[in-house]
């Protein structure tokens, strides 16, 4: 009898964690990232964030949307920050300053999502990946620059599925946001083109 009442509790349990791990979710990332400390370059750049890029809501799966628009914005403006003296924030080129030097346009590519149910694994994962267009201020291109970033929860019980998907989420954008510092200086092109402009106020 009492073997019984225990597999009888043991179903109620999987059948609730099922539950937790399904049903739909609507995310939406309204995480404040700190300004970044470092030294910045002596360049004047504009960032263009058209609508799509700051209203993006990512559909990785049917029943699952992630709204990421504004929080990327203020990611990317953060690091942005971080890289160049000067940067200037648009919605179109035609509002860009006159002394502007570089132009970067990002785009994102896709948002993808593990969650425990796919993989049996007790974490949630979110894969951003962005694509950066550099160009100079006359339109033309330097670099079509590829930024993947990967974020995942510690473990899979953060109170919601909600929750969870948030969290991976959030660590993606910072992770975003540490590539860019990292590496935008070491992309061949952006030196190459760092150093053309060293020539050209010889």
Same mark, same amino acid.
């Given at each position: 009898?009492?073997?019984?009442?225990?597999?009888?509790?043991?179903?109620?349990?999987?059948?609730?964690?099922?539950?937790?791990?399904?049903?739909?979710?609507? #995310? +939406? !990332?309204?995480?404040?990232?700190?300004?970044?400390? %470092?030294? =910045?370059? &002596?360049?004047?750049?504009?960032?263009?964030?058209?609508?799509?890029?700051?209203?993006?809501?990512?559909?990785?799966?049917?029943?699952?949307?992630?709204?990421?628009?504004?929080?990327?914005v203020a990611l990317l403006t953060n690091a942005f920050r971080g890289l160049f003296q000067?940067?200037?924030?648009?919605?179109?080129?035609?509002?860009?300053?006159?002394?502007?030097?570089? #132009? +970067? !346009?990002?785009?994102?590519?896709?948002?993808?999502? %593990?969650? =425990?149910? &796919?993989?049996?694994?007790?974490?949630?994962?979110?894969?951003?990946?962005?694509?950066?267009?550099?160009?100079?201020?006359?339109?033309?291109?330097?670099?079509?620059?590829?930024?993947?970033?990967?974020?995942?929860?510690?473990?899979?019980?953060?109170?919601?599925?909600?929750?969870?998907?948030?969290?991976?989420?959030?660590v993606a954008l910072r992770d975003a946001g540490a590539k860019l510092l990292l590496d935008?200086?070491?992309?061949?092109?952006?030196?190459?083109?760092?150093?053309?402009?060293?020539?050209?106020?010889?």
């Amino acid at each position: 009898m009492q073997l019984a009442r225990i597999k009888i509790a043991l179903i109620l349990i999987a059948a609730i964690l099922v539950t937790a791990c399904g049903g739909s979710a609507q #995310v +939406i !990332i309204v995480q404040q990232f700190p300004e970044v400390v %470092s030294e =910045p370059r &002596d360049i004047r750049a504009a960032i263009v964030f058209d609508e799509t890029f700051s209203t993006y809501v990512a559909k990785p799966a049917k029943d699952i949307t992630i709204d990421i628009g504004s929080a990327q914005v203020a990611l990317l403006t953060n690091a942005f920050r971080g890289l160049f003296q000067q940067v200037q924030t648009v919605t179109s080129r035609d509002q860009l300053n006159p002394d502007t030097e570089l #132009v +970067i !346009i990002p785009s994102v590519l896709q948002v993808q999502l %593990s969650t =425990p149910s &796919d993989y049996y694994l007790n974490v949630y994962e979110v894969w951003i990946k962005y694509n950066l267009d550099l160009e100079t201020a006359e339109g033309e291109p330097i670099d079509s620059w590829f930024m993947p970033a990967y974020g995942k929860t510690p473990g899979s019980m953060l109170g919601s599925r909600s929750n969870a998907i948030e969290e991976a989420t959030i660590v993606a954008l910072r992770d975003a946001g540490a590539k860019l510092l990292l590496d935008f200086y070491r992309i061949p092109s952006v030196y190459g083109w760092m150093d053309q402009q060293k020539k050209l106020e010889q």
